[in-house]
């Protein structure tokens, strides 16, 4: 079998595209089979044939332009490699992120283990799977299955380089462990306490979400953007602010024509305290909508500064800023819709009450 390296290494040829295996230490594995679902593999199978394993590697979800349209069909893919995979192999699933999570699910359907790298960890990994995280990378609530390994002394803050060189292994290959460094563990501590968001507001900067990312990443808080911040760029973020401001005005605007409907319906008894009543719970909702809204996108903005924190990549701060002034003055038009609102619902209430009624006279 493969030492730790190796697994990751396969991952990160997969997730290259590599349709042959470069590496020396690779000769002995065949590739038996790779499937493709909307023009993309999905999964790479390898067969040592003389010691009788298998290797299945699990791809991340790519994007298409804005939207991530990739489904993962669980059932579709157990089938699959069940009709591919010879009799009396062992096999083992890997994957990196998103992509180790479906390989830990895949192979707990399969009763197979799974080697998997930085896969999300806000609920445990499900079957018989080992993630293996960098010591000082933030982490979710479960833990459980996580492996902490060394990472490199020498890598500069602004380095982008593949997981394998960020690791640190020995000369066979394994994995030189170490505890969760108190950098992980202040960055775990301050994205699990801050605030979520919504996930209407969720799918603004990350639209398209999966069925199973989106119980991956449940609480879509600040961890959650961890594992997506790689996909925001300055011209999304600006855009995903405008929609957002135009979806606030449409339901700040539907608000009040259900409140228009409701002031209609009173009845004349205690008329004017009932006015205020619904009037103020209408207004609350309001409130509590924008609240929301905003948090959300504070939310998703603390998690894009705290992780490009030296890349310099995005200015948070003028953008929260912004947002902020927009969704105010929002509220200020708001406000003076609403009045006019009542004072039309009790404009209709009166013509209603002094009109005159009709007589017909016969001569």
């Known amino acids: 079998m493969l030492q730790v390296k190796q697994y990751l290494l396969l991952c990160e040829l997969a997730e290259s595209a590599e349709t042959r295996l470069e ?27 003389e010691q009788q394993y298998g290797i299945v590697v699990v791809l991340q979800p790519k994007e298409s332009g804005d939207q991530i349209t990739y489904s993962f069909p669980l059932d579709t893919m157990v089938h699959n490699i069940r009709e591919e995979l010879p009799p009396d192999v062992t096999t083992v699933f890997t994957g990196l992120g998103q992509g180790g999570w479906r390989a830990a699910m895949l192979a707990e359907t399969l009763d197979a283990e799974a080697i998997v ?3 999300p960890t806000i609920e445990e990994l499900p079957g018989k799977a080992v993630n293996y995280v960098v010591e000082n990378d933030p982490v979710g609530d479960h833990t459980e299955k996580v492996v902490f390994v060394k990472e490199m002394d020498d890598l500069e803050e602004e380095d982008v380089v593949p ?12 994995a030189i462990l170490s505890e969760q460094s108190e950098f992980s563990r202040f960055v775990s501590w301050f994205y699990n306490t801050a605030g979520t968001v919504e996930p209407v507001i969720w799918n603004f900067f990350f639209p398209g979400a999966e069925e199973d990312e989106v119980t991956v990443l449940a609480d879509l808080g600040v961890y959650s953007v961890f594992l997506k911040v790689g996909e925001l760029n300055n011209e999304r973020v600006l855009r995903s602010i405008g929609d957002i401001i135009r979806y606030a005005a449409g339901r700040l605007e539907s608000n009040r024509n259900q409140l ?6 009173l009845p004349d008894e205690d008329y004017d305290n009932q006015v205020s009543e619904t009037a103020n719970n209408f207004t609350k909702q309001a409130e509590d909508f924008i609240l929301r809204t905003f948090e959300s996108v504070q939310t998703v903005f603390m998690g894009v500064a705290l992780f490009t924190l030296e890349q310099e990549s995005f200015d948070t701060d003028t953008l929260i800023d912004s947002f902020y002034r927009q969704l105010h003055d929002l509220l200020d038009q708001e406000l003076e819709r609403v009045t006019d609102c009542l004072d039309q619902a009790i ?3 009166l013509d209603r009450f002094f009109q005159l009624p009709s007589f017909h006279f016969k001569w």
Do not use: C, P, T
């Open 163 to 174: 997981l394998s060189r960020k690791l640190v292994f020995d000369d066979s290959g394994r």
């Open 347 to 349: 404009a209709r209430r």
């Open 117 to 119: 790298f930085g896969a």
């Open 260 to 265: 228009a409907a409701e002031l209609d319906k």
């Open 23 to 49: 590496y020396e230490s690779f000769a002995e594995l065949e590739l038996l089979e790779q499937s493709s679902i909307e023009h993309r593999r999905d999964w790479v199978l390898l067969l040592n044939k």
